[in-house]
């Protein structure tokens, strides 16, 4: 029996049972197709991102590979016809999941879908905030719209739904009109009273909220969040904890890079700029003051494909994946997987509150990152100084920030060949949890 057999067969006996336990959990299983449900917009918007920041911005990877800037001079200026695209998909996926994560329970309990949906909307603009008030006019801000916004879309949906469905299932609670009374009005009646309850329980709430933060519950979510990384260094244990940490935050549903971004930049924005300051002085990367920051180390090694390393986790589903929807989904991801842009893997499988996935998910970043501290701090390979475009392929990323080092590049394929044999298994264990999954729903 192979090590690999081995280690899969353990795997399916601890993991398997709480997979398909999890998949025919009411709460979870709506979470996870609401993320199902919403992966054509993500997908479409995905491929745009592509276009707008890999081909059409001067910094773009394509862009400097193909000097499509000096062809085409104005060429930054096309990407005003495609930035719109995201405000109506990536950038309201909070509403969308509020609306399909209540719609989804609601049909576990054989209620309106439509009106729980619609319901579960409201709420979450009842606590959203702030709102702005500016020469007269209300404003808000899209900021909590979008994947920031996921976690509190999650966790309003699930609570005005649960509360709609338990009232509009109850005969005291429904208002029941005349046979003469059209149906979309007598729909409406119907559902009034649990309506009202939802919207002035949220009203509650938010009221709660804003006597402990005044900028809503979105803001004090990601202040709770950002407080235990404020004190850190530019150190091996502050990237991999960051690391670890910020797809924690994925998992749940929590935009992780967004949510830690002031922390991450405020600890090591100064030491990624003297190092690029220190190789544009020396002409080499080597002896770079910082060697240990999260770009020379995190975003080197352990971020190709996107958070997660998720690139290695598309080439494990390519060869060990039995599943139809997760070789389909891969062979859609694979492209914009290359330039870094995950949301189609990570809401299309989904990752989101996936019990076999969020291990890897996890894990990777972080075995990659001491992949790539070993290599650095041993002074085997230069530590990355030069900025690159975030669109930039993985594994040309320790080649080029280091200036061009063949030995960082075979590093970065290493790292994702490790990347790649730490998903495997649990991607065939997936393949055992997709029968029983698909029976309890």
């Known amino acids: 029996m192979s090590m690999m057999t081995s280690l899969e067969r353990g795997m399916e006996k601890v993991l398997v ?39 059409l911005s001067p910094d773009g990877f394509i862009a400097k590979m193909l000097f499509l800037g000096k062809i085409f001079p104005n060429l930054a200026d096309a990407q005003a016809l495609f930035s719109p695209v995201m405000q109506g998909s990536v950038n309201i996926m909070a509403i969308l999941i509020a609306f399909l994560v209540a719609r989804n329970i609601a049909a576990s309990f054989k209620q309106d879908e439509l009106l729980c949906g619609l319901t579960s909307m409201g709420a979450f603009f009842i606590v959203y905030t702030p709102y702005h008030e500016i020469d007269g006019q209300n404003f808000v801000t899209m900021r909590y719209m979008g994947a920031q916004g996921l976690f509190v879309a999650i966790l309003v949906a699930l609570l005005a739904a649960e509360i709609f469905c338990r009232l509009a299932r109850s005969p005291r609670a429904t208002i029941t009109m005349p046979d003469q009374v059209p149906p979309a009005v007598s729909r409406s009646f119907k559902v009034l009273i649990p309506v009202f309850v939802v919207m002035v329980i949220f009203s509650i709430l938010n009221y709660l909220i804003s ?210 044999l730490i998903y495997l298994p649990f991607v065939m264990v997936a393949n055992k949890a997709q029968v029983p999954a698909s029976k309890a729903e």
């Open 17 to 55: 049972p709480v997979a398909i336990k999890l998949n025919s959990q009411r709460q979870v299983s709506a979470v996870r197709d609401a993320f199902i449900l919403s992966f054509p917009l993500v997908m479409a918007s995905s491929l745009i991102a592509l276009i707008n920041f890999a081909i």
């Open 211 to 420: 006597l402990i933060s005044p900028n809503g519950i979105n803001d004090l979510v990601y202040t709770l969040i950002q407080s235990p990384l404020k004190h850190m260094g530019t150190n091996i244990f502050a990237v991999v904890i960051i690391g670890l940490f910020t797809n924690l935050l994925w998992v749940l549903g929590i935009h992780g890079p967004n949510t830690v971004a002031a922390i991450r930049e405020a600890i090591f924005s100064e030491a990624n700029l003297e190092n690029l300051s220190y190789a544009a002085q020396n002409g080499s990367t080597w002896g770079a003051p910082y060697p240990i920051t999260w770009g020379s180390i995190y975003d080197t090694f352990a971020n190709y494909g996107g958070s997660g390393m998720t690139l290695g986790l598309i080439f494990a589903i390519f060869i060990a994946s039995r599943r139809a929807d997760y070789r389909n989904i891969a062979k859609l991801s694979i492209f914009p997987g290359l330039f870094n842009i995950n949301e189609p893997i990570i809401f299309g499988l989904p990752i989101v509150l996936n019990p076999i996935l969020v291990i890897p998910f996890v894990l990777v970043p972080a075995v990659n990152s001491l992949i790539g501290y070993f290599f650095v701090s041993l002074h085997i390979i230069p530590p990355v100084a030069y900025a690159l475009p975030w669109t930039t392929p993985g594994p040309l990323i320790p080649f080029l920030g280091t200036g061009g080092s063949w030995l960082a590049l075979l590093v970065g394929l290493f790292c994702l060949l490790v990347s790649t």
